[in-house]
């Protein structure tokens, strides 16, 4: 699949490649789209190593935190209730220095403050989920004030108040995919079909990753235990400090040029990494065939999310990755996605070390001589997002942030996108058996 923000150009050689890149640029065509200090080389940190949310020390809780909740049950403009109750978990812990004041077990209820349906293909149908009390196991209901800020991964948009904004009909690529796709003749009729109509109303399932920022205080009264240790083990550092003394720093295309920098490492077997990745949530992409391509161009089409298209081929150490893994949401625009390689290099108790470059999809990229997904410019957000995700599934022993000799800290894509990063990698390591 030639469509990769790390690789570059997309060269449609058959006619459903050929559909896949006009739709993009009607996508482009409905949408407008859109540093840190370098790590010191040669340390293993235990700093900062955590991917929970962290706040400074005691147990009050700022306006302004940000909080990462996932849905418990669906939501919709279509069908659910105005003032229905709503319920949600955390899935990044917060600490203090004194220890993790919201654990992962934590729930937060609420209720649909406001559910507009769209009524006229000029009308945007809107939502917002009001949360207002947060229970942590084993103490009292808290009362909290705070509102949505992003949903993950979606099309629709989150206005100041909190309120999710959803999509006119006019700016979906289905509803002028025949004037672009005009030349594609029967191909182009025959997507169309099968997408069928624009769906605009905000249909949010279980599982869905939102973002909700305190707008008051909190004040809690307890720590506890991390859900994952925060030192990795004394011959798991060594391993990793050996490997990054001479390990590449960015992984690369077939021919040589830079691609993703290399920003997780993970320790585990394959087996271990595919069940982790699956608890969370993550899909592993479709190879590229006529049949994966057909439905990644139909899931342009629609501006629905295809969590299997298949990515590029990037390489490293002379081999093409052996592991990739993917998670999509409602929109074919925004992805989380990484690759991962077997590094030269096993812990002293012979567990494997996995090499990875984690980049996050954030909308679609057109400018001349290049059509591509446009990427997260803060690297660092994405790898901490994925270390995040596998914590809260459960597969997670010890995970710390690790630096190298020279580290990186700013770059661009193979298309010319900006990135920076502070220069650390996380260190993943998983559960034995898991």
Same mark, same amino acid.
């Given at each position: 699949m030639?469509?990769?923000?790390?690789?570059?150009?997309?060269?449609?050689s058959?006619?459903?490649?050929?559909?896949?890149?006009?739709?993009?640029?009607?996508?482009?065509?409905?949408?407008?789209?859109?540093? /840190?200090?370098?790590?010191?080389?040669?340390?293993?940190?235990?700093?900062?190593? *955590?991917?929970?949310?962290?706040?400074?020390?005691?147990?009050?809780?700022?306006?302004?935190?940000?909080?990462?909740?996932?849905?418990?049950?669906?939501? @919709?403009?279509?069908?659910?209730?105005?003032?229905?109750?709503?319920?949600?978990?955390?899935?990044?812990?917060?600490?203090?220095?004194?220890?993790?004041?919201?654990?992962?077990?934590?729930?937060?209820?609420g #209720?649909?403050s406001?559910?507009?349906?769209?009524?006229?293909?000029?009308? $945007?149908?809107?939502?917002?989920?009001?949360?207002d009390?947060?229970?942590?196991?084993?103490?009292?209901?808290?009362?909290?004030?705070?509102? &949505?800020?992003?949903?993950?991964?979606?099309?629709?948009?989150?206005?100041?108040?909190?309120?999710v904004?959803?999509?006119?009909?006019?700016?979906?690529?289905? *509803?002028?995919?025949?004037?672009?796709?005009?030349?594609?003749?029967?191909?182009?009729?025959?997507?169309?079909?099968? &997408?069928?109509?624009?769906?605009?109303?905000?249909?949010?399932?279980?599982?869905?990753?939102?973002?909700?920022?305190?707008? /008051?205080?909190?004040?809690?009264?307890?720590?506890?235990?991390?859900?994952?240790?925060?030192?990795?083990?004394?011959?798991?550092?060594?391993?990793?400090?050996?490997?990054?003394? #001479?390990a590449?720093? $960015?992984?690369?295309?077939?021919?040589? /040029?830079?691609?993703d920098?290399? #920003?997780?490492?993970?320790?585990?077997?394959?087996?271990?990494?595919?069940?982790?990745?699956?608890?969370?949530?993550?899909?592993?992409?479709?190879? *590229?065939?006529?049949? @994966?391509?057909?439905?990644?161009? $139909?899931?342009?089409?629609?501006? &629905?999310?295809?969590?299997?298209?298949?990515?590029?081929?990037?390489?490293?150490?002379?081999?093409?990755?052996?592991?990739?893994?993917?998670?999509?949401? #409602?929109?074919?625009?925004?992805?989380?996605?990484?690759?991962?390689?077997?590094?030269?290099?096993?812990?002293?108790?012979?567990?494997?070390?996995?090499?990875?470059?984690?980049?996050?999809?954030?909308?679609?990229?057109?400018?001349?001589?290049?059509? *591509?997904?446009?990427?997260?410019?803060?690297?660092?957000?994405? $790898?901490?997002?994925?270390?995040?995700?596998?914590?809260?599934?459960?597969? &997670?022993?010890?995970?710390?942030?690790?630096?190298?000799?020279?580290?990186?800290?700013?770059?661009?894509?193979?298309?010319?996108?900006a990135?920076?990063?502070?220069?650390?990698?996380?260190?993943?390591?998983? /559960?034995?058996?898991?």
């Amino acid at each position: 699949m030639p469509f990769d923000a790390s690789t570059g150009l997309l060269h449609p050689s058959r006619k459903l490649e050929a559909l896949l890149a006009a739709v993009l640029w009607c996508v482009a065509a409905g949408k407008e789209f859109a540093g /840190k200090q370098p790590a010191q080389p040669g340390i293993v940190h235990a700093a900062a190593s *955590s991917s929970a949310a962290t706040v400074p020390a005691g147990a009050t809780l700022a306006a302004g935190t940000l909080l990462f909740i996932r849905l418990d049950a669906a939501v @919709s403009t279509g069908t659910s209730h105005f003032h229905a109750p709503i319920t949600a978990h955390v899935v990044r812990e917060v600490a203090s220095a004194d220890g993790v004041v919201i654990p992962l077990a934590t729930t937060l209820s609420g #209720n649909i403050s406001k559910l507009i349906p769209s009524s006229s293909p000029t009308d $945007r149908a809107r939502l917002q989920l009001r949360f207002d009390q947060l229970q942590i196991p084993g103490q009292p209901a808290i009362a909290i004030t705070g509102h &949505v800020t992003e949903i993950e991964n979606a099309k629709e948009t989150v206005l100041e108040d909190g309120t999710v904004q959803g999509v006119l009909a006019s700016e979906l690529p289905v *509803s002028f995919i025949d004037s672009a796709l005009g030349k594609l003749g029967n191909l182009g009729e025959d997507a169309q079909k099968k &997408v069928g109509s624009p769906k605009t109303s905000i249909d949010f399932p279980a599982g869905t990753d939102i973002h909700l920022v305190l707008d /008051k205080p909190l004040v809690l009264s307890q720590t506890f235990p991390p859900a994952a240790a925060g030192v990795l083990p004394p011959d798991v550092q060594k391993a990793i400090s050996r490997l990054l003394a #001479n390990a590449p720093q $960015r992984c690369s295309g077939k021919t040589g /040029k830079p691609g993703d920098p290399l #920003n997780l490492i993970f320790v585990g077997s394959q087996a271990e990494i595919l069940h982790a990745f699956a608890q969370a949530g993550w899909a592993i992409p479709a190879q *590229s065939s006529e049949s @994966s391509i057909s439905m990644t161009a $139909r899931a342009a089409i629609g501006d &629905v999310g295809y969590g299997q298209t298949p990515i590029s081929d990037l390489y490293l150490y002379g081999k093409k990755e052996q592991m990739a893994f993917e998670k999509m949401f #409602n929109t074919f625009a925004k992805r989380h996605h990484l690759r991962l390689w077997l590094a030269p290099v096993k812990t002293a108790g012979g567990r494997d070390i996995w090499l990875s470059s984690s980049t996050h999809d954030i909308g679609i990229d057109i400018h001349p001589g290049v059509v *591509s997904h446009a990427t997260e410019s803060d690297i660092d957000l994405e $790898r901490d997002k994925v270390g995040a995700d596998l914590i809260a599934a459960g597969d &997670v022993a010890a995970e710390q942030l690790v630096t190298r000799p020279n580290p990186l800290s700013q770059g661009t894509t193979a298309t010319g996108g900006a990135w920076h990063t502070d220069g650390f990698l996380r260190a993943v390591v998983l /559960k034995h058996g898991s």
